[in-house]
Structures are given as structure tokens and as C-alpha cells.
């Protein structure tokens, strides 16, 4: 394999010249051991009076404990349980208790656990009886009358924390406890909020190397930052982001997560694979499509916090999983979040898939000014030679689809070196290889 770099005026580009590899074997996908929101149930105990220290194992009767669907609280938005409001600053009142039992689920040789946790204001959060994590709590005993250490509000309020289960916390037969006290950092907070989701992380794998079909599409997108409608993205396609690089045995390097395409593997994408191909989508016009596919890849990649939550989900996600293949079905389920580049990616997979002429577009976005920063978005070829932009991180809960000669467009989508993609020339027709 031989892999060229070629200085540009700013930064390299990356040439696969001939690519050998076959994809690689990767590990199994994550799993969703207990999802976010109402499809789980807790149990809950609220009031001043604290439970025995064996609510946090398997076996505790909690019998006489309420029940309800997360989100659990009171006095916030996005709850599906309402929790009594403690009635004024009595002694005790700031905590709330919650414990929900789940049958082991063996875990893989290096399969490992992340909690994902939103709360307000803190939380202790106990594994069959361990405390594995205290977010926003101060050190030391912590009693029923303990508050947390600081109050969360306004636009702090929904982010859903990554914390990772210590190995051997997670038990392989029997029954998992999970314990979580809830701490207001005063007896007279006026809101609180709980909501967790359980999740399996694949075992480590190999970094990826290029599958042979993958070269045009990767030589397209890093050479030229264009994917057309004519070019699918096949299995085996790679993506670290605009910094990934290749080693002298093929294998992608990157600072970032390494996207895989994997549809034989990914059991996550190919159920929006199912729907981009369903009768209902079909039955539809080309922009309906388009527009149905960029509010679902929106709905996918937007934090159950909302849209201001996207960019620090990502930041945890490529914390811990820098320079490791994910599928793009696991980046959905681990990270609950996706910026433009997952963003984009997932839109040209789906809509090629729904028949629609796609192109995956990287580049700049100018806001004010002549540069910009660095962006990626697709575009959607019409039969009638209309050529429509498509931006899923900018607009997917609303799509728009202005003309490539749109002066906005023309204005704030640059190339990778600041100079214009587009003009407010003609149209060129949906058979045009790219800009």
C-alpha cells in the first residue's frame, strides 16, 4: 500500500493510492443494558427518612417503595414521573432514593460499562452495593441531610455525564442493583431531576485499516472533500476526522473517533437502513424524503438535553474513545450525540439508501468575515437539475433546502482553504461530478 501526502496550500492531503485490506474483523457492537426515559421503571423512595444501608443490594424488599418511569423529579421539564415536592426546609428533605434490580447480562472479554447520568443537583451512584461515582457531591460520609455542592440551573440543567463502571462491579449471574441517591443542594430547591441509561462499550479492536472498496469514496472525500451522488459509501469506509492519518500497514490514526461503516455488523444502523428503504419513505417525493431523513438524523444526534448539549456529549465521547473504531450505530447509542461530521455522514448513507442523488460535502462555514470554520453537510441532486444544500447540524430539526446559488450559501460555505464552493451561477445539473 502506498500513501501519499501532498501538501496543499494549508494543510496535507491525503491520496490512498492502491488499498490491499479486506475490512477487519471488528468487535461486537455496544448494547443498551437500560435505555434513558420512560422505557425504564425505578424505584423510588422520597422523604426524611433514610433507607437501611441494604437498599443498595440485591434482595432488599422494597415493596413499600413507589414506582415510575424516568425521567423521575419534580419542578423541571421532560419528566415522565412527578416525585412529591418536599414541603419546606425541613431537615432531610434533600434527598431522594432510587434503585432498579436488572439480571446479569454476561459482559464479553474487555467489554466494558458506561452510566450515562443526568441529575439535578447530585447524586451518589452505587453498583450492588460499591459506590462507583459521586458527580457534584462533596467528599466524605454523606447522610440523608447531606446536600450537594452546588445547585444546577438554567442552561447547566440536562447534560447526561459519562461514567465509566469499574471493572468487576458488573456482575455475570445473579442480579445487578442500581443505586442512586439524589441530592438537592437545599432543602428548598425548587427543582429535581433524575434519568440514567446502562450501556456495554465493544471490546477494543485492532485500529481500522481500508477495505479495497472504500478506496474511491475515501480518496474522494480527502482529496477533493466531495462524495457524489454517483459514489456510495461502501462497508469498510473510515472516517477520524479532517487530522486522520494512516500508518505503513494501511491502519487509520486520529485523535478523534474513527467512524466505521459496517452495515453487516452495525445492528443500529440497519434499522434506519429499514426505514430509508420502507414503503412509507418511498411513497414520498424526493425533498419529503430529504426532509424525513434530516429530522430523523437530527432527532438521532441530538442529546435527550437538547441541542446545546451536542457539542460536550461529543467532546466525552471522544475522550474516551480517541483513536478507536466505533461503528456509526455505536457513536448513536454510546453518544446519544453527533455533530456535523457524523451528521452528514449518516444523511449521505440513508439517502443514498433512499434513493435520493446524495453528495457528502467538506469544507468551512463563515459566519462573519472571510474565513470560516471547519464544517462538513451534504447536498440532494433533483431530476429537474436543481441542486439543494442540505446542512443537518445547522438545521435538521428544521431542514431547509436552499439552492447552491443561494447568496447565504454562496457566502458562508467555503472550500477547506476559505475560497468559495459555490457560485450564484447556473445550476449545474445532478449528473455534475462536483462543484
Not at 414506582?67 to 425541613?90: H, V
Not at 442500581?178 to 432543602?187: G, T
Amino acid at each position: 500500500m502506498t500513501l501519499l501526502i501532498r501538501p496543499a496550500a494549508s494543510r496535507p492531503v491525503w491520496l490512498l493510492t492502491l488499498a490491499v485490506f479486506s475490512l477487519w474483523p471488528l468487535a461486537n457492537s455496544g448494547r443498551t443494558l437500560l435505555e434513558a426515559g420512560a422505557p425504564t421503571e425505578w424505584k423510588f423512595l422520597a422523604g426524611t427518612n433514610p433507607p437501611p444501608a441494604v437498599w443498595r443490594e440485591a434482595g432488599f424488599d422494597d415493596a413499600a417503595w413507589h414506582s415510575g418511569k424516568a425521567p423521575l423529579g419534580y419542578g423541571a421539564s421532560r419528566l415522565t414521573t412527578t416525585l412529591p415536592r418536599p414541603s419546606g426546609a425541613t431537615n432531610g428533605s434533600v434527598t431522594t432514593w432510587f434503585r432498579r434490580e436488572l439480571a446479569a447480562s454476561p459482559l464479553q472479554a474487555d467489554e466494558g460499562l458506561d452510566i450515562l447520568l443526568c441529575v439535578d443537583d447530585g447524586a451518589v451512584v452505587h453498583i450492588n452495593g460499591r459506590e462507583i461515582a459521586r458527580p457534584n457531591m462533596p467528599t466524605g460520609e454523606v447522610s440523608a441531610t447531606t446536600p450537594a455542592r452546588s445547585a444546577v440551573k438554567g442552561r447547566a440543567e440536562g447534560f447526561y455525564t459519562r461514567i465509566s463502571v469499574p471493572k468487576g462491579a458488573w456482575r455475570s449471574t445473579g442480579t445487578n442493583v442500581l443505586a442512586v441517591e439524589v441530592h438537592q443542594a437545599s432543602a428548598t430547591d425548587e427543582d429535581c431531576f433524575f434519568d440514567l441509561a446502562l450501556k456495554s462499550l465493544p471490546p477494543d479492536g485492532p485500529r481500522p485499516t481500508v477495505s479495497t472498496g472504500a478506496r474511491a469514496a475515501i480518496n474522494a472525500y480527502y482529496k477533493e472533500h466531495f462524495v457524489g451522488p454517483g459514489v456510495p459509501v461502501p462497508d469498510g469506509y473510515v472516517d477520524g476526522g479532517r487530522a486522520m492519518a494512516f500508518d505503513a500497514e494501511g491502519r487509520a490514526l486520529s485523535g478523534r473517533e474513527i467512524l466505521v461503516v459496517d452495515r453487516a455488523g452495525d445492528s443500529e444502523l440497519r434499522k434506519h437502513l429499514d426505514f430509508a428503504r420502507s414503503p412509507e419513505l418511498q411513497s414520498l417525493g424526493p425533498l419529503e424524503r430529504a426532509q424525513r431523513l434530516a429530522e430523523r438524523v437530527d432527532r438521532l444526534t441530538t442529546p435527550p438535553g437538547g441541542e446545546r448539549w451536542v457539542g460536550p456529549a461529543v467532546e466525552e465521547l471522544t475522550r474516551e474513545f480517541a483513536n478507536k473504531p466505533l461503528r456509526i450505530g455505536d457513536v448513536l447509542d454510546l453518544g446519544q450525540a453527533g455533530v456535523c461530521r457524523h451528521r452528514s455522514l449518516l444523511f449521505k448513507i440513508l439517502a443514498d439508501e433512499a434513493g435520493l442523488k446524495s453528495a457528502l460535502v467538506r469544507g468551512n462555514f463563515a459566519v462573519n468575515g472571510p474565513r470560516g470554520f471547519a464544517h462538513a453537510w451534504n447536498e440532494i441532486y433533483l431530476d429537474d437539475g436543481r441542486r439543494l444544500l442540505v446542512d443537518v447540524m445547522h438545521n435538521g430539526g428544521k431542514p431547509r433546502f436552499p439552492a447552491v446559488t443561494d447568496p447565504e450559501v454562496v457566502r458562508r460555505y467555503r472550500k477547506p482553504d476559505d475560497t468559495p464552493w459555490y457560485s450564484t451561477n447556473a445550476v449545474p445539473n445532478a449528473n455534475a461530478a462536483k462543484p
